[in-house]
């Protein structure tokens, strides 16, 4: 029988795009509030991030916070000491050394990426797991590579680059967590990939405003996945996250689609900075083995 002459065939097609309709329309309304819905351990870590908003917290304060938080204290020691921020100098002995040594705004980061990990890891998302594992190494490499063309070829904020380049698709995790609670596309986790590509974006724009994230980060991940005229020299914070980000594999491939159209472009853009893509490669490296 003709899959499109089976009512039960029908009946689920039809079902599945009503569910599809519901999740954009319930999360529409759920941001529309300010209203994010996210797991309890995302939500400590949040939490810790707006306790941290304040530039002249005391450093014994900073540390006394962040040791509420066993995970992230642990984290933030592995990462002053790693290559990416060690630079040669003494290990750091203690989480007041470690906190000296990354800065207020990195320990905020931080503590963002932790909670990304523990929602990639989280039952919830489990029947997505192939999407989250490989959304998760992107938004690694993502801001591993917006942090080295910040350095490299403008002089914004290297923890500012970064940060955007670890939240531009943040979009995409709210939909996948959110997806787990309506059965339909549980049943066929294939098809959120179609909608991801569609939504995630204006989503992430939202969302990322809901959550309190700084003006330039949100304004900095609007239409990042949307060709643009190549911008050279780069001058902004979106124009190198939207480069981090081909650099780092675009969504078409950590989505696994058939056809890219940004290929010509990633190929341009990575042949422009090929002297930039080992030191890429090895601070993503070194992001996944502490984060991952």
């Avoid at 009503?18 to 309890?40: C, H």
């Avoid at 489990?126 to 594992?133: E, Q």
Wanted: proline share 5%; with cysteine.
């Amino acid at each position: 029988m003709n899959p499109k002459q089976d009512p039960n065939a029908d009946k689920h097609g039809q079902a599945l795009s009503a569910q599809r309709f519901q999740m954009i329309k319930d999360i529409a309304d759920e941001l529309g509030k300010g209203d994010v819905v996210f797991p309890t351990s995302f939500d400590a870590a949040l939490r810790l991030r707006r306790e941290l908003q304040n530039p002249d917290l005391p450093l014994a304060r900073i540390s006394s916070i962040v040791s509420l938080e066993p995970l992230i204290a642990a984290k933030l020691l592995q990462l002053a000491n790693s290559a990416l921020y060690q630079a040669g100098g003494a290990p750091a002995q203690d989480l007041k050394a470690a906190i000296t040594r990354l800065g207020l705004n990195l320990v905020r980061t931080t503590a963002l990426a932790i909670a990304m990990r523990q929602l990639v890891r989280s039952r919830d998302v489990a029947i997505f797991n192939d999407l989250t594992v490989a959304l998760w190494t992107h938004s690694l490499k993502s801001a591993a590579a917006t942090r080295v063309l910040a350095r490299a070829h403008t002089r914004i904020n290297q923890d500012a680059a970064l940060l955007a380049g670890l939240v531009h698709d943040l979009g995409a995790f709210y939909m996948l967590y959110r997806a787990a609670q309506y059965p339909e596309l549980c049943a066929r986790p294939d098809s959120m990939r179609f909608l991801i590509m569609q939504w995630h974006e204006s989503i992430g724009v939202s969302l990322l405003g809901a959550l309190g994230m700084p003006e330039e980060i949100v304004d900095a991940t609007i239409d990042h996945d949307q060709l643009r005229p190549a911008p050279d020299p780069i001058r902004t914070l979106a124009d190198v996250v939207y480069i981090g980000s081909i650099l780092a594999g675009t969504d078409f491939e950590w989505l696994a689609q058939d056809v890219n159209p940004n290929a010509d472009e990633a190929e341009a853009f990575r042949k422009r900075f090929a002297d930039l893509l080992p030191e890429i490669d090895r601070d993503a490296q070194q992001m996944q083995t502490i984060f991952g």
